[in-house]
């Protein structure tokens, strides 16, 4: 304790609304609606700084982690939830809406039988990715394809040994990721993508992420390589 002042950064899942400031769009459903900002000064008695949790991972990772040296740094957090930054010549880029790099709302890119009918979303839209990438949307596919209701830990823990419904849920999940950095690169061309929560630490998600994306790239660029010094990082590579 020192006594003085200070001023706390929160990162959290959501966005303010640029119109009203008021929460929104968060997966943790009560803090939608809510000044979510003000609240926390008023009942802390010191100021608040909030920002989208993903928005802050890819600040870190663009300044002094896997995205440092990289222009255009587009990061995932793939854990309970998918949560999107994107970092541009060093800077977060949220847009006029707040809304820049929510990845996991936008729709599934090319959806296949196995993904319909789209599954509804908390935000009001159905299809959008994150019910399919991520530890949520593992539980539902295993929980789909076998009627045994896992949590994705537990998912990841019967693939290592082997698994065989395991082992194509997890499958299923790559190549669901693979499509929706393809989509990405599509429209902005990262320098790298940057992958990090709970379910980056899979060597499955990532190792063939360049070659999954491939097909799916309509310049035909191929990912060079995998780094595994920040959960995962693939970058996008010219032929
Ligand atoms: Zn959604």
Excluded at 8 to 13: E, R
Aim: hydrophobic residues 35%.
């Amino acid at each position: 304790m020192t006594g003085r002042g200070a001023t706390i950064g929160i990162g959290a899942p959501g966005s303010a609304s640029p119109r009203t400031g008021l929460w929104r769009n968060a997966n943790i459903l009560v803090c939608n609606g809510k000044p979510m900002s003000d609240d926390i000064e008023r009942l802390l008695n010191c100021p608040i700084r909030m920002e989208n949790d993903a928005n802050c991972f890819a600040l870190s990772e663009a300044h002094d982690g896997a995205g440092s040296g990289h222009a255009v740094v587009a990061c995932f957090t793939i854990g309970t939830a998918l949560g999107g930054g994107l970092v541009i010549d060093g800077k977060v880029r949220r847009g006029p809406n707040n809304e820049a790099a929510e990845f996991g709302h936008t729709p599934m890119p090319w959806p296949n039988e196995s993904e319909w009918p789209l599954i509804p979303c908390f935000c009001g839209k159905n299809g959008c990715v994150e019910q399919y990438v991520s530890g949520t949307g593992l539980a539902r596919d295993y929980r789909k394809m076998t009627g045994e209701d896992l949590k994705g830990p537990e998912i990841v823990a019967k693939a290592s040994q082997g698994n065989g419904e395991a082992v194509a849920a997890i499958d299923r999940l790559a190549d669901r990721l693979a499509r929706l950095t393809a989509a990405i690169v599509n429209v902005i061309d990262p320098d790298i993508f940057v992958i990090g929560g709970g379910l980056s630490g899979l060597p499955e998600l990532v190792e063939e992420l360049g070659a999954r994306s491939r097909a799916r790239i309509r310049a035909k660029r191929a990912a060079s390589g995998v780094r595994p010094d920040c959960g995962a990082s693939y970058i996008p590579s010219p032929p």
